[in-house]
């Protein structure tokens, strides 16, 4: 059902530097609609990371990164730690859906 | 400080409705959208629709529509989602959240999650 795709896993040892891709289209990122992005705990709801392709939330790391290019977003965690392993979903708007769209989601493994 | 708290979990037989709430807390109720997802096990969130509490007016995903009714009580801060002709495949945790209004809307408050089970 989702629209936005993500690759299922990532995984770096701890300090290390990940990216996670976030693949759309043209009715939603390629229509210009930001991109913010989520870290989900087990067990626990979905907490904005990123908001507008790169701009974070006061208490967020900086680092986490989010960009933005064309169809597709990428969302980056530099030094990598051992409490950063959850996962992790894209968000944006679909016209042609006339809704919000969530991307499969990437599960982050820290070795 | 903002809270969304939803409701208990939920064990439903196929073909029956639920309903679930959140209440609101922490900010003027009036001034943000809410919005519903849920959660597949497994599965990334899936956007149900949203609900204006100020005006009560409503906007629902397509693949919804026609199932789900989002309704508000500003006396209590709360507004609810009832999904109708409940099936095996609507099993999932579901979610309140606010929308804000950045240059695009995001969600930055959500509910803990409601778990639905439908099961005969």
């Known amino acids: 059902q989702s629209v936005l795709t993500q690759p299922p896993s990532v995984s770096g040892a701890p300090g290390q530097r990940v990216t996670i891709s976030c693949t759309g289209s043209?009715?939603?990122?390629?229509?210009?609609?930001?991109v913010h992005w989520y870290q989900q705990l087990p067990g626990t709801a979905p907490k904005v990371l990123i908001y507008g392709n790169s701009n974070r939330p006061s208490g967020v790391p900086d680092r986490f990164s989010g960009s933005k290019s064309g169809t597709s977003a990428s969302l980056a965690i530099t030094g990598l730690q051992a409490e950063d392993e959850a996962d992790y979903y894209c968000?944006?708007?679909?016209?042609?859906?006339?809704?919000?769209?969530f991307g499969t989601g990437t599960k982050v493994t820290v070795l | 400080q903002v809270q969304l708290m939803q409701s208990g979990a939920e064990l439903k037989k196929p073909g029956a409705s639920v309903k679930v709430s959140c209440k609101a807390s922490g900010y003027t109720f009036t001034g943000y959208y809410l919005h519903w997802m849920r959660q597949a096990p497994g599965q990334g969130p899936e956007w149900m629709g949203w609900?204006?509490?100020?005006?009560?007016?409503?906007n629902y995903a397509q693949r919804f529509q026609g199932r789900v009714t989002m309704t508000r009580d500003t006396s209590i801060s709360t507004v609810y989602m009832e999904l109708s002709r409940l099936r095996s495949d609507d099993t999932a945790v579901y979610y309140c959240?606010?929308?804000?209004?950045?240059?695009?809307?995001?969600?930055?408050?959500w509910g803990q999650g409601t778990l639905v089970t439908v099961s005969s």
């Open positions: 609900i204006n509490p100020d005006s009560g007016g409503t």
């Open positions: 959240a606010r929308a804000y209004l950045s240059e695009s809307y995001y969600f930055d408050y």
């Open positions: 968000q944006s708007f679909d016209r042609s859906l006339r809704g919000y769209v």
């Open positions: 043209s009715s939603n990122i390629g229509a210009g609609y930001d």
